[in-house]
C-alpha cells in the first residue's frame, strides 16, 4: 500500500511516518522545504495551494491520510484558507487521480463548532469530505500529546515548577500521538469504516478532569503540582498578555480560549474506532511519563 500523506513534516505527521516505517507502508510525503532522504518515503515539495503538487502527491497512491490543517492563527480567515480550503483541493486532487480512499484528520473540537473559529473550520471541511464521493473516514482526535509537541509541553514546563494552571472544571480525552498514527494508519486501506465518523482516544472511559490530568502531568516531572482551576475570564486576560508578549506566535489564543472552558471534551463511546480496526497501547500516565523523557532528553526542559 502506497499512502499520500499531507502535514508530513509537522507533530501529527512524522508520528505517522515512523509508524509506517514500523508496518513497512510506503509514504508519498508532502513538504514545503528539502527533506533529508528516508527509507520508504518519497518527498513531494509543495504545498496545500499548489494544484500540481498535490496531483504529484496523489499519484499512484492508495490512499489519502490528509492531515495538515492550521491549529493556531490570530487571523480567522486563515484557518478558513488551511482547513477548509486546503482539503478542498486534497479532495479534489485524489478524485483526479483516482485515489481510492480518503482519511481527514479533523479535531474533537469540530464538534462544538459554535465555541471557535478552529472548530468551525474544521465541521465545515468535514461536510466537504463528506460530500466528496470519496470512500473516506473522518476521524477526531481528542487533545493530542508526545515527543515534539509544543503545544502540551507548555504544561509540562509549568509542571517543573510545581504549578499547573488548567481552565474551569471539566472532562477531556487525549490520545498519545503515536496511538493516533497508528489509528490513521490502520484506517487507510480502502473500505475500512466507510463513512465513520470515529473518536480514537486512549481508552480510558470519562476521560480525565482537567486538575487530575496536570496532577499526573507533575508526577511525570516528579513534582507534586498545585492545579488552579482559572475562570473564563482569567483565561481571557491570559490570552492578551501572550499575545503582547510572543505575538503571532502566542499559545494561549482567545480563540482557544472559546474551546477551552467548554466542560465536556470526552469521546463519546458510540464513535470509537471499532476494536478489529485499532486499539490504542499507551495509557496518558504511561504516555505523559515517556513524553517527559523525551523533553528532558532533547533539552527542551
Known sequence: MIVA???ATGFVGQAVLDAAARSGIKVRALTRRP?????????????LGDTGSLLKLCEGAHSVIHVAGLTNTP??????EANVTGTRKVLHAAKRSDVARFVFTSSLSAREPSLSRYGASKANAEVHV???????????????????????????????????PVPPKGYTSIIHV??????????APAGTASGALLEPDDGREGGYEHGQMAKLIGKAMGKNVLAPHLPASVLGLG???????????????????????????VCSPERAV????????????????????????????
Open 239 to 265: 490570552a492578551k498578555i501572550d499575545r503582547l508578549m510572543r505575538g503571532d506566535q502566542a499559545k494561549l489564543t482567545a480563540d482557544r480560549v472559546g474551546y477551552m472552558v467548554h466542560p465536556d471534551w
Open 75 to 80: 487571523d480567522p480567515a486563515e484557518f478558513v
Open 130 to 164: 463528506e460530500a466528496s464521493g470519496l470512500d473516506h473516514t473522518i476521524v477526531r482526535p481528542p487533545a493530542v500529546y508526545g515527543p515534539r509537541d509544543k503545544d502540551m509541553f507548555e504544561l509540562f514546563r509549568a509542571a517543573k515548577y510545581g504549578i499547573v
Open 5 to 7: 500523506l499531507t502535514g
Open 178 to 187: 503515536d496511538d493516533l498514527a497508528e489509528c490513521l494508519l490502520a484506517l
Open 274 to 301: 471499532p476494536q478489529d480496526i485499532w486499539q490504542p497501547r499507551i495509557p496518558g500516565p504511561q504516555g505523559f511519563e515517556q513524553t517527559a523523557r523525551w523533553y528532558e532528553r532533547e533539552g527542551w526542559l
Open 35 to 47: 527533506q533529508s532522504p528516508r527509507n520508504g518515503v518519497t518527498w513531494i515539495e509543495g504545498s
